[in-house]
């Protein structure tokens, strides 16, 4: 079995010790020699490697941990590189929320405004990775699962390509819901997938080859959702409409009126409410008696982000050829996409990475159509990050479902770019020195 390097990078993220649970328990078929946690914010992470170094030796797993604020230490001859960014921390992801506000949309760290500015902060830092890793580790794989991945992987991978599988906890999450909806006694589960990153539909569940989901459509669903986003009762009239069950972000399309309200009325952002939930975990964290993921790590909203994030490696590392959903390029997948579009798709998972598995006979004018509409924007994001492209960042908002309107549009872009500037050195030429 190989002895691998794990890069984690971002590793002062809260989440780090999940991610690294998920190596512990499936030591049996992983094992890796080091960790090398790498982040620029040392006292968060001292404390979270702290924290990591209890676990390993509780658990008696001997992997070096090394703490570096250099990408090329931490990159160097990895086996995988993990990825999970925040550029400009939270106070960032919080300017993102509540700038769209005052021109009565959207703010939200993955679509719309926001998730666009999330996206041109976020974008230049992946492919600098992904440029070191080409020199640095040219076997690696790049698991990228800062947000929003699947735009970040869109621009990545159609610009300079590289080992990059996009990531979400999403998915997974969806897919275990899904299984609730088995009759009892049901020997074989499959599902139909499709969509894009946070834009995604579970649109048949087979019980022993019997597609289950339509019948329960026709009666309605109370779909739980994720625990970051606020939710809505899905009655029958909408999910027989659009026709399928919808990741907890199409909260954000299916009500947009409704969702805006929301945030203009809340007293604090979702951005606000993370940053009280880290700063009570890294308290927690630091306490010597500590030696597992405290249950409080569920309320920042990463459910199954170490199962998801490790069962690919270890899918890949072991040649498991199992099926994951994950974010990568169509290849033909759906037949309605182009093939260099990045979409969320189920892959078969094996030593050569993902290969997209073919959705036959897909038909359902509203998914696709929304689905184009969103890779449009996408595409026109990952323009304007890559290249610090003024017209395309204002075309991407301009075609984006949730905003539309020229006056807010131009209007959130200006103020977003300059409370982004020294995030910004493609839009900001002058921060780059």
Not at 99 to 123: C, H, N, S, V
Not at 279 to 290: F, G, I, T, W
Not at 344 to 357: F, H, L, M, S
């Amino acid at each position: 079995m190989r002895q691998l390097k794990i890069a984690v990078i971002g590793a002062g993220s809260t989440y780090t010790p999940e991610l690294i649970n998920g190596f512990i328990v499936r030591r049996a078929e992983l094992q890796a020699a080091a960790f090398y946690l790498m982040d620029i914010d040392r006292e968060k992470l001292t404390i979270v490697a702290g924290l990591v170094q209890r676990m390993l030796a509780a658990s008696n797993d001997g992997a070096r941990v090394v703490l570096t604020a250099s990408l090329d230490e931490a990159i160097a001859d990895a086996d995988y590189v993990i990825a999970q960014i925040r550029v400009g921390k939270l106070d960032a992801r919080i300017r993102d929320e509540k700038l769209p506000l005052q021109f009565g949309l959207l703010g939200q760290e993955t679509t719309g405004a926001g998730g666009m500015m999330k996206a041109l902060r976020t974008i230049p830092a992946i492919m600098d990775i992904a440029a070191r890793m080409k020199r640095l580790a040219p076997r690696a794989w790049l698991i990228n699962f800062s947000n929003p991945s699947g735009l970040v992987a869109e621009a990545v991978l159609n610009t300079i390509g590289g080992k990059l599988i996009g990531l979400c906890n999403g998915p997974i999450n969806m897919v275990r819901e899904v299984q609730a909806l088995l009759p009892e006694g049901t020997a074989h589960f499959d599902y139909d997938f499709v969509g894009l990153n946070h834009l995604c539909w579970i649109t048949a569940v087979y019980a022993d080859g019997r597609d289950v989901l339509q019948e329960r459509l026709r009666s309605g669903l109370n779909v739980k959702g994720l625990q970051n986003i606020p939710q809505m009762k899905y009655d029958a009239a909408l999910l027989q409409a659009t026709g399928g069950i919808p990741i907890s972000y199409l909260n954000y399309y299916y009500f947009r009126d409704e969702q805006v309200k929301k945030c203009q009325q809340a007293v604090k952002t979702r951005g606000e409410i993370c940053q009280e939930i880290e700063a009570e975990l890294l308290r927690k964290y630091q306490s010597p008696d500590l030696k597992e993921c405290p249950p409080e790590l569920a309320k920042r909203g990463g459910a199954l982000y170490s199962e998801a994030a490790v069962s690919i490696i270890n899918a890949i590392e072991n040649d498991k050829n199992e099926v994951h959903v994950v974010d990568v390029r169509n290849q033909g997948a759906y037949a309605f996409m182009d093939p260099d579009d990045v979409v969320e798709v189920k892959c078969r998972i094996n030593k050569d990475g993902a290969t997209p598995v073919k959705l036959e006979g897909f038909d359902n004018p509203f998914i696709i159509g929304l689905m184009r509409t969103v890779k449009a924007y996408e595409k026109l994001a990952a323009r304007a990050a890559v290249h610090g492209d003024y017209q395309a960042a204002l075309a991407a908002l301009l075609v984006h479902p949730l905003i539309g309107d020229y006056f807010k549009a131009k209007g959130v872009l200006d103020a977003m770019l300059e409370a982004n500037r020294e995030f910004l050195p493609q839009f900001f030429p002058e921060r780059a020195e």
